[in-house]
């Protein structure tokens, strides 16, 4: 079974673009979250999509959205980019019937110039 | 008060000696707690779960919960220079059943 993909792998945005970022989850997983991972603060919660329903939501600004689509691939987009949005940014995929278990992306990383 | 806690190390064992992960949270709710392991550029994997009280043991790695002191830790026996990486706790919230990830702990094993 293959395992969560993201894309694109690397990136390099400047001040104010914007950017969309793609995740697709395991097959037969209907549960995506992504999370922001920074040296300083580690991995936080971005937001968890269930159904093409946002069902959780982290403490970001509304610069950062997403959607998820009914073959249960996600898109996170960030508006208005800042320095400070240069992280790894992780997608999961869970299964309600292996417990809710978490399987990661290999991330994307963003830098912001 | 975080509401994961973990030192963040570096733990540094040598080889073939246990090495013992600590976590304390906050949230007396959560029910279900696990570790992920996370390389250096990598992303995590998980290592293991628990659920309940007690040890949970799989190969190597033995999962210990209390939830009265709100305490789970990882013991890697036999640790191998391979086990070098950032270990990561992340209870699931019992109000949002989100996973809350501590900031790790950086584990060396020297030959």
């Known amino acids: 079974k293959a395992g969560v993909t993201q894309t694109p792998r690397y990136l390099i945005k400047t001040r104010g673009q914007q950017v969309t970022l793609s995740c697709s989850p395991i097959s037969g997983h209907r549960s995506v979250s992504w999370y922001q991972q920074t040296p300083g603060q580690g991995l936080q919660f971005l937001f968890e999509y269930f159904s093409e329903t946002q069902r959780n939501k982290g403490n970001f600004p509304g610069r950062f959205s997403g959607r998820q689509f009914s073959n249960s691939r996600s898109e996170m987009n960030v508006s208005t980019l800042e320095l400070g949005d240069s992280a790894l940014y992780l997608c999961?995929?869970?299964?309600?019937?292996?417990?809710?278990?978490?399987?990661f992306g290999p991330g994307t990383r963003l830098l912001v110039l | 008060q975080k509401e994961v806690e973990q030192n963040s190390g570096p733990l540094s064992v040598p080889e073939g000696a246990i090495a013992s992960l600590n976590c304390t949270y906050s949230d007396r709710g959560s029910q279900s707690f696990f570790w992920y392991r996370q390389y250096s550029g990598k992303s995590p994997e998980l290592i293991m779960f628990?659920?309940?009280?007690g040890d949970k043991e799989d190969g190597r790695f033995t999962a210990q919960l209390n939830k009265a002191s709100q305490y789970v830790s990882l013991l890697i026996r036999d640790s191998q220079p391979s086990d070098s990486a950032t270990y990561l706790c992340?209870?699931?919230?019992?109000?949002?059943?989100?996973?809350?990830f501590g900031t790790g702990t950086r584990l060396q094993v020297f030959p």
């Open positions: 628990i659920y309940s009280n």
């Open positions: 992340a209870p699931r919230s019992y109000n949002t059943d989100k996973l809350i």
């Open positions: 999961a995929s869970s299964s309600w019937t292996e417990q809710e278990t978490q399987y």
